[in-house]
């Protein structure tokens, strides 16, 4: 009976470092209650509540730990979200810009040309201008020596004309 007591002390010691270690190997049938050291079995069984205690402790732990970690994420997602509507507030404000000064500037690139056009009619005008003034200038010319002429002519028959009278 005594070697039986010390293999069930030591078959539950051996249990309760497996279920310390996490492995739970399954103990067969419970003996007999005539057969159990108490004394023995109590320390055992305080063990594993301890054991499951602190188990039960670590996991509260963690659990609060992932808690605050997913509280904390949920913050950074909820500033992101934030930060990408402003973002897309922000691109659809500039897309609009952008497509207001793509107007303005194709606009402007029309009156650039339209200028361009009118620039190089009025150059044609000009010399079209010009040409008209110097051939108006050499036909001011030609008259004022035909007048000339005239005037000459005209000086010389008034003195022939005084010279007859005289």
Known sequence: MMSA???????SLSDDSEEANGNHADPGPEPEPEELDWDSYSTTLEHRLAAEQESA???????????????ELERQLSGLSDRLEEEEVCSAQLALHRDRLEA?????????DDLESTLTVAACDKQSTDSEVRRL????????E?????????????????????
């Open 146 to 166: 035909v007048v000339r002429k005239l005037q000459q002519e005209k000086d010389h028959l008034v003195e022939l004309s005084q010279v007859r009278a005289q």
């Open 57 to 71: 402790q670590a996991s509260e732990q963690r659990c609060v730990q992932l808690q605050k970690a997913l509280r």
């Open 5 to 11: 007591r010390r293999h069930q002390r030591c078959h």
């Open 137 to 144: 200038f050499e036909k001011l010319f030609q008259k004022d």
């Open 104 to 112: 303005e500037c194709s606009s402007l690139r029309r009156d650039l």
